[in-house]
């Protein structure tokens, strides 16, 4: 069965900015010179969603010489209480825009970061999203688990929720 795909570039921005905007940490994956894929926690600068993602780091990281080298990432965000899985794919580059680092600051990141705004390698990865798929279930467990026996019992696939491509 093929999956949906919203293509109104508007309409898929919104659904994505809604699906992620309480999701705090993403996983960030970045692909390494000899092609290896690496992934680590980051976290996700509250803004509205215009299809661009921010995430502070340090200049000279290996997640910088990796995007340096492929630009090329996927962001996954989970949220298991809510049953919302995110996939987002996109394009990252460094960013060093004093202006707009100030604008995304927040105070929380001093633990990351003790050097604050006037640390000389503080920098901000900006992510271009392509596209992104998702799966939502406004189910709670219960009615999950019944679905799942039924399916068991009825053979039939049982309906996991909404599963749709975004292209952005």
Known sequence: M????????????????ELIKD???????????DGTLR?????T????????????????????EEIQHDRNVNLSYADPKHNTYVSVSGRA???TDPEK?????????KAWFPKGLEDPELSLLRVQVEQAEYWDSADSKVVQIAG???AVVTGQPAKGGENKKLEL
């Open 93 to 95: 580059e460094v960013v």
């Open 23 to 33: 999701i705090q940490i993403a996983m960030l994956t970045t692909v390494e010179d």
């Open 39 to 43: 992934s680590r926690p980051m976290g």
């Open 2 to 17: 093929a999956v949906e795909t919203i293509s109104n570039q508007n309409e898929a921005t919104k659904k994505l900015g």
């Open 148 to 150: 799942f026996v039924k």
């Open 45 to 64: 600068q509250k803004t509205e969603f215009d299809g661009m993602l921010w995430f502070f780091t340090k200049e000279h990281s290996p997640k910088v």
């Open 101 to 109: 680092m100030k604008e995304l600051w927040n105070p929380i990141l």
